[in-house]
T-cell receptor, first 116, second 112 residues
Framework: ELKVEQNPLFLSMQEGKNYTIYCNYS?????LYWYRQDPGKSLESLFV?????AVKQEGRLMASLDTKARLSTLHITAAVHDLSATYFC????????????????FGTGTRLKVLA | SAVISQKPSRDICQRGTSLTIQCQVD?????MFWYRQQPGQSLTLIAT?????????ESGFVIDKFPISRPNLTFSTLTVSNMSPEDSSIYLC?????????FGSGTRLTVV
């Protein structure tokens, strides 16, 4: 059974600081996705990582994927209050045999609070 | 990317009653996925809905409690039956796109 774990679960950080969120998964996957969720809202796609060594950056966020280590990181640079949200990684898992469709298993989530 | 209209956005229901949640997609999709997010928790997949066949339920979820319909390639419903306070959650539908899932806006359900 695929398990996806994130750490930390909660993160409180000062504005201007840097930090990294980790996502570990238990079975082979060459893709991984990061999502952001604001309180009371749905999920917003942040990054799509499609291969080993993939690195994507958007503003103060940078995500990377190491498929051999089964690890993805989401790095926050010089945090600002607007980044306060919950961040989820998700790993695709095949639906059925050779269906070509994937269900996503979500990580535990990291609730980030950036203090002014 | 696809746009998903989900409704209702929220509801407060009495225990023992049922609520049907609808998702309408603006393009045809093979699979639709229904997730539950309990307060402060991650997303848990309830079932995968394929048009023209019965939904496939994940461990811990059963059709009698969460019946799903998928009458065509753009629409699906999830019913939460015989509700109890433990069913209070956000329910989300999603579809797989070329670059990941797109989610509906979610239904926040409170059972009293």
């Amino acid at each position: 059974e695929l398990k996806v774990e994130q750490n930390p679960l909660f993160l409180s950080m000062q504005e201007g600081k840097n930090y990294t969120i980790y996502c570990n998964y238990s079975t082979t996957s060459d893709r991984l996705y990061w999502y952001r969720q604001d309180p009371g809202k749905s999920l917003e796609s942040l990054f799509v990582l499609l291969s080993n060594g993939a690195v994507k950056q958007e503003g103060r966020l940078m995500a990377s994927l190491d498929t051999k280590a089964r690890l993805s990181t989401l790095h926050i640079t010089a945090a600002v209050h607007d980044l306060s949200a919950t961040y989820f990684c998700a790993v695709p898992h095949p639906v059925g045999y050779a269906s070509g469709t994937y269900k996503y298993i979500f990580g535990t989530g990291t609730r980030l609070k950036v203090l002014a | 990317s696809a746009v998903i209209s989900q409704k209702p956005s929220r509801d407060i229901c009495q225990r023992g009653t049922s609520l049907t949640i609808q998702c309408q997609v603006d393009s045809q999709v093979t699979m639709m996925f229904w997730y539950r997010q309990q307060p402060g928790q991650s997303l848990t997949l309830i079932a995968t809905a394929n048009q023209g066949s019965e939904a496939t339920y994940e461990s811990g979820f059963v059709i009698d409690k969460f019946p799903i319909s998928r009458p065509n390639l753009t629409f699906s419903t999830l019913t939460v039956s015989n509700m109890s306070p433990e069913d209070s959650s956000i329910y989300l539908c999603s579809v797989e796109q070329a670059y990941g899932y797109t989610f509906g806006s979610g239904t926040r359900l409170t059972v009293v």
